[in-house]
């Protein structure tokens, strides 16, 4: 399949809102020459990046807008645009190739649309920009609610959040401290030829300067280096481990701080990791496998547990809940078309209900690390305000170390550009248990 129609494709599946591009890709991918593929998930992952600019400038060439039916059409044009300006792909190659792809989907109809608008846009595109940019929406290509959400609560950090969420994420490594530590392993790239840089806040991360295959790495088979962001690593730290301890990791998958946590502190008694999907368990044991580790793995909703909890309590509980993932823009910017405003207060009353559906299966001084890679207060201090609220038994900590911005609850970071993505931590400590009957029968004040 040609690169751009394979793109498209991809592409059309997320302007539908049927499907993201991590499950609308790999489809594609299998039909596209090995050596394409490199450009197929450019193309894709680029014309998500700056879908509201590209979308703006197609708006003022097109006489009237793409019915639903023509969103393949719709993403072959953004293909075709996002090519234009930015890739290095010369505009007749461009446009000729882009155009080609129509006899695929059997609209004769739309060739000679997509001819006349790409090469309009070749003529007018950088001056109609210019006029265009007026709007805060074209401008920093995030969708209008999203522009005025981070707005509204960072004034004075937005438009450096957007900036950071429109550039390639850097790819960044953790150490297997049971293996070796991070010198020594810097030490390692130094001899491979692979430039990197020590992370400021994890003890156990390190920035390469340049992205490569994981199998370019030392030692990566053998399960002396991680793939992981520096801001997801600073949980296993935060959460104390100590020897002897039970350790939930609830909404695991893919693993990352399931295995961060057994390689932190290898005397942990168990760890539990839960999620919902079964599927995204394979994962998890995959990851597992590689750095020689054991958890008990379980699929559950961590809300039910009265299906997965046996009554014995945990010391430690990392619920890195489910968010819109508005931290991880830059690494998914199909979020940037598959989220809506309308998600935000259901995701934070499910935060919500996790945190009280968990919180009893928490000892008493026992500590639950709060997580999520959003930078949305609603998913966050606010869902934490409320929660100590409601909860009397319930006291919050404070977050070692130097990261991030510090709220009246909790601790947010957000995306930069050659540093850590966006993410928020809160840290609870249960001071007393819930009022009522514990599961294992025992009388609770």
Not at 11 to 22: I, N
Not at 70 to 96: K, N, W
Not at 279 to 307: G, S, Y
Request: neutral net charge; aromatic residues 6%; proline residues 6%.
């Amino acid at each position: 399949m040609n690169p751009r129609l394979a793109a498209a494709r991809a592409l059309a599946t997320v302007l539908a809102g049927k499907a993201s591009l991590g499950s609308s890709l790999p489809d594609v991918l299998a039909k596209v020459e090995a050596r394409d593929r490199g450009l197929t998930q450019e193309l894709a992952f680029g014309a998500a990046r700056w879908q509201p600019r590209l979308a703006g400038l197609a708006a003022r060439l097109l006489q009237k807008p793409f019915k639903a039916a023509d969103r393949d059409v719709e993403a072959l044009l953004l293909i075709g645009i996002y090519q234009l300006f930015y890739t290095r792909i010369p505009p007749h190659a461009a446009i000729g190739e882009t155009v080609g792809c129509v006899d695929k989907l059997k609209k004769p109809w739309a060739k000679g649309l997509l001819n006349a608008v790409l090469r309009r846009a070749q003529r007018e595109g950088e001056a109609l920009l210019v006029e265009l940019e007026h709007d805060p929406v074209i401008r920093v290509a995030h969708p209008r609610w999203l522009q005025k959400t981070l707005k509204a609560h960072w004034p004075e950090h937005w438009e450096a959040i957007c900036a950071a969420n429109n550039v390639h994420p850097p790819m960044m490594l953790r150490v297997n401290r049971r293996q070796l530590d991070r010198d020594a392993y810097l030490d390692e790239l130094r001899a491979a030829g692979i430039e990197a840089f020590a992370c400021p806040f994890s003890e156990d991360g390190i920035r390469l300067a340049a992205p490569c295959d994981v199998q370019q790495l030392p030692g990566f088979a053998e399960g002396r280096v991680s793939v992981q962001d520096e801001a997801a690593q600073l949980a296993a730290s935060l959460l104390e481990l100590k020897p002897g301890q039970r350790v939930l990791d609830a909404c695991c998958a893919p693993g990352g701080k399931t295995c961060h946590i057994l390689e932190h502190e290898p005397g942990l008694a168990e760890v539990v990791a839960l999620d919902l999907e079964p599927k995204r368990l394979q994962r998890v044991q995959e990851n597992l496998e590689r750095l020689r580790l054991e958890a008990t793995l379980t699929a559950a909703d961590a809300r039910d547990t009265d299906r997965w909890w046996d009554g014995k309590p945990f010391q430690r509980i990392l619920l890195d809940a489910p968010c819109s993932a508005t931290g991880v823009i830059r690494r998914h910017p199909d979020i940037k078309l598959a989220r809506q405003a309308e998600d935000i207060a259901p995701l934070a009353t499910l935060q919500g209900e996790m945190l009280d559906a968990l919180w009893p299966t928490l000892e008493v001084g026992g500590v639950l690390l709060y997580a999520t890679c959003s930078v949305l207060p609603t998913e966050n201090r606010e869902v934490i305000e409320a929660f100590l609220a409601r909860m009397p038994g319930a006291r919050e900590l404070d977050l070692a170390g130097d990261f991030g911005l510090k709220q009246y609850h909790g601790r947010q970071l957000l995306p930069q550009e050659d540093g850590h993505d966006g993410f928020y931590y809160a840290k609870l400590i249960k001071v007393a248990a819930e009022s009522g009957t514990a599961k294992t029968g025992v009388p609770t004040t």
